[in-house]
């Protein structure tokens, strides 16, 4: 999946002849999964019309402060524009746009848009090639660069004047390329690897039969994508569930027991920075496991049941610098409980779900949930979905990082 996948990107388009490959640009954004607006210049009107970018970004395209059309005369608010993108790139950006965003002369919207927007920028000159060799031209590039913009070189080639050298626009693909390859070097977790556990176990009485439980394993599925859109290596080890992994670039290793789990963790888990433990492990399993289908016979049955191994307390036992989460579910005297799993378990955070919330638990979209750290700092977090859950966890997580 693309790191462009949900951005949304914000394209002005100014007056040069490279204006009419912004379609090809449009088309690849949306392909990626990207939300697009775009803002154009009046000169760009004459090189690519705003039906075509507005036809393939699904949006309204903006050209000036407002719509003329528009018997309202409805303001085009330049603020809210540039508030709404993740990223801004401005592509061709010619050498008339590039000097007017050194200078702050916005008497266009797209200058206007520039000048408010606090998402990174970007910007991909397209000239002839002196001029993309003159001093002023270079000194735009120098200033824009000290502003944190980020320049997307021209390419060489055939040029629209017949000559030939260095000002092309980047092609389409290639700025699709530029841009998701300093994206994803950027991500906060780019280079961690994290283990997460999902879902239920399920421990066999018989050839048919197991003991289990209600867990969905939506939590850990919710943790495994944001922790792989932060750019981590993600390995999820899941107990049986029907839930996929929605970023395919979480390894997911499926399992169905506790003796299962463990093993897959213990397999993974001196070559992680960070692990999860999300999934509901049976405590508990049958000390037999009958090797045909139990017939019914008597009126009362039992089963003899023996403790599984705790994976998480396992983990915490062995770990040298990996960053450990647990979660607790509990009923009574939670904060407490809690607080003794941190030590017994040797976390540095956990997630302690009460099922005394409304909202909160198993088979729930949503979930309610206490941080609890190391030195015992509490947090409690309102109700959210689990994927705003999730995004909190792996902020501690990318906190806990960046402080290290
Ligand atoms: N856990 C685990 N292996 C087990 C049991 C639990 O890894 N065999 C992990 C869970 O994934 C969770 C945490 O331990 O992150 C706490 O689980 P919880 O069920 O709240 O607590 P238990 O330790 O099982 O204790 P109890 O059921 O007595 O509250």
């Known amino acids: 999946m693309s790191v462009l996948n949900g951005k949304k990107i914000l394209l002005g388009v100014s007056g040069g002849i490279a204006a009419y490959k912004t379609a ?13 607006q775009v803002i154009m210049t009046p000169a760009s009107k004459d090189f690519v019309t705003p ?6 970004s699904k949006n309204p395209v903006h050209s000036s402060f407002f719509n ?13 524009l540039a508030l709404w993108a993740d ?11 590039l000097s007017k965003m050194t200078t702050g002369n916005s008497d266009n919207l797209l200058v206007a848009t520039y000048l408010s927007a606090k998402c990174p920028v970007y910007f991909a000159p397209a000239m002839d090639l ?4 003159h001093p002023s031209v270079l000194s735009s590039f120098t200033a824009l660069k000290s502003f944190g913009n980020i320049m997307i070189p021209a390419e060489s080639g055939e040029l629209a004047s017949g000559l030939s050298g260095e000002g092309r626009m980047a092609e389409p693909e290639n700025i699709i390329t530029f841009l998701e390859a300093d994206l994803e070097s950027k991500l906060p977790l780019k280079g961690k690897k994290i283990l997460i556990t999902a879902g239920p176990t399920y421990e066999a009485i018989d050839p048919v039969r197991f003991i289990g439980n209600h867990s969905s394993g939506k939590m850990g599925f919710d943790l495994a994508n944001e922790a792989a859109n932060l750019g981590a ?29 463990y093993d897959a963790c213990h397999e993974y888990f001196n070559d992680v920075d960070v692990a999860i433990a999300a999934a509901a492990v049976a405590d508990y399993r049958p000390k037999v ?25 396992s983990l915490g036992a062995i770990k040298k610098n990996q960053f450990l989460i647990g979660f607790a579910l509990e009923t009574e005297n939670e904060i407490e409980n809690a607080k003794l799993k941190i030590q017994k378990k040797n976390l540095d955070l956990i997630v302690l779900n009460s099922l005394q919330d ?47």
């Open 24 to 36: 090809s640009l449009v088309r690849l954004f949306i392909k990626a999964g990207a939300h697009v």
């Open 51 to 56: 039906l075509t970018l507005s036809t393939l």
């Open 68 to 80: 003329q059309d528009d018997e309202d005369a409805v303001w085009n608010n330049h603020v809210d």
């Open 87 to 97: 990223l801004m790139l401005i592509a061709p950006a010619t050498s008339n746009t």
């Open 130 to 133: 002196d001029m993309y060799k």
């Open 233 to 261: 290596q993600v390995i999820l080890v899941a107990g049986p569930t029907h839930y996929k992994a929605k970023n395919g670039l979480v390894e997911v290793i499926n399992v169905v027991s506790a003796q299962d789990m």
């Open 289 to 313: 496991v009958a090797l045909q289908k139990i017939k019914k016979a008597a009126d009362e049955f039992s089963i003899e049941l023996e403790k599984t191994k705790d994976i998480l307390a």
């Open 358 to 404: 409304e909202g909160a638990g198993f088979k729930k979209e949503t979930n309610k949930v206490t941080f609890i750290d190391q030195d015992f700092k509490i947090e409690p977090m309102e109700l959210k979905s689990k994927e705003s859950v999730a995004v909190d966890i792996l902020n501690k997580v990318v906190l806990h990082f960046e402080k290290s």
